[in-house]
């Protein structure tokens, strides 16, 4: 998604509105209006010759995007922070996971009741069962009393 930001150029207090908040497109990925349909588009310097900010913030694809205009009618937009809506950071958060290639984590080797056990009660009890096993320890301690 948009790696780049409009830059704030200044702001003021306008009575009866609140803080107006004044942006300036910069150099990298914008919004492009394309028939009526915004576009993620790579933006270069030339592109940035007649633009004028319009005073307006839209909301496109979960980010709130200033919107510019050239000659009188809207072509570009840019998200005018980091911030994005919650849907939006799930559904790139579901893609991520998904592109990721699957690595299996290193496995450890398993801590059995055998390898704890004194040498001659694990030789005597390889094949039993974890029950067998606690009551061969118990007979073992049983007799060394």
């Known amino acids: 998604?948009?790696?780049a930001i409009?830059?704030?150029v200044g702001?003021?207090?306008?009575?009866?509105?609140?803080?107006v908040y004044t942006y300036r497109l910069t150099p990298g990925e914008a919004f492009n209006l394309t028939n009526?349909?915004?576009?993620l588009v790579k933006l270069i310097a030339a592109d940035l010759r007649s633009v004028e900010y319009t005073y307006?913030?839209?909301w496109i694809q979960g980010r709130a995007c200033a919107v510019f205009s050239v000659l009188g009618s809207d072509k570009w937009a840019?998200?005018?922070n980091g911030n994005v809506a919650p849907g939006v950071v799930k559904r790139e958060r579901a893609a991520a996971?998904?592109?990721r290639p699957v690595e299996e984590a290193p496995?450890?080797?398993a801590i059995t009741v055998e390898s704890r056990a004194p040498a001659h009660i694990a030789e005597a009890t390889a094949s039993l069962s974890k029950a067998a096993l606690k009551l061969a320890k118990m007979k073992a301690r049983a007799a060394g009393q």
Do not use: S
């Open 78 to 80: 840019q998200p005018i």
């Open 36 to 39: 009526g349909e915004w576009k």
């Open 1 to 3: 998604m948009p790696a």
């Open 56 to 58: 307006r913030i839209i």
């Open 11 to 19: 702001h003021q207090r306008v009575e009866g509105v609140g803080v």
């Open 6 to 8: 409009a830059t704030e």
């Open 97 to 99: 996971k998904a592109a």
């Open 107 to 109: 496995r450890q080797p």
